[in-house]
């Protein structure tokens, strides 16, 4: 078990049984351990080579487009926040915060961007991917959601600066 992999059950702990899609899955390890934890987890990723129950072949965008408004208890995105325009990281927010049922959970994982000293996150998003944990907090509180938190491993000079993130929040 990772440190990100306890945080994100953390957060989603708050909605136990619920339904949880995890977005570009990869193989799947996360399903399984949301699963072990009592969710109702599956997954879906446009790259697997082992479809199952659980686990779809299908593109973040699609697959979450294709979920019933308001079905979800969670849903956790992965490599699908890796190579987003501001366009889609704004589609995906809006994606989530429709899918997601009331004081649902998202969360937003992705490798942590080169860090720019003096440089404004939000607008350095504009011009690379993946996009500064602060512009995915900026999108969420703009579609509405609250309790936003970030795992980031690199902060404060701790090892880690390069790593996965994450952020965190719930739907109203």
Do not use: K
Request: positive net charge; contains cysteine.
């Amino acid at each position: 078990m990772t440190a990100l992999e306890d945080w994100i059950t953390e957060r989603l702990g708050r909605v136990p049984g619920g339904r949880v899609l995890h977005i570009e899955c990869g193989d799947g390890a996360l399903v399984r351990r949301l699963n072990e934890a009592g969710f109702r987890a599956t997954g879906a990723d446009p790259a697997t080579a082992m479809e199952s129950a659980t686990i779809g072949r299908a593109s973040g965008l699609e697959h979450l487009g294709a979920q019933r408004r308001s079905s979800l208890h969670g849903v956790v995105l992965s490599g699908a926040t890796e190579r987003v325009s501001p366009g889609s990281a704004r589609a995906l927010a809006h994606l989530a915060a429709t899918r997601l049922r009331p004081g649902g959970i998202a969360v937003f994982v992705s490798p942590h961007p080169d860090r720019v000293d003096g440089g404004d996150p939000i607008t350095s998003d504009l011009a690379r991917r993946p996009l500064h944990p602060v512009t995915w907090c900026h999108l969420l509180a703009r579609y509405g959601f609250g309790e936003i938190t970030v795992f980031d491993p690199g902060v404060a000079g701790r090892s880690g600066a390069g790593a996965l993130y994450a952020v965190a929040a719930r739907h109203p």
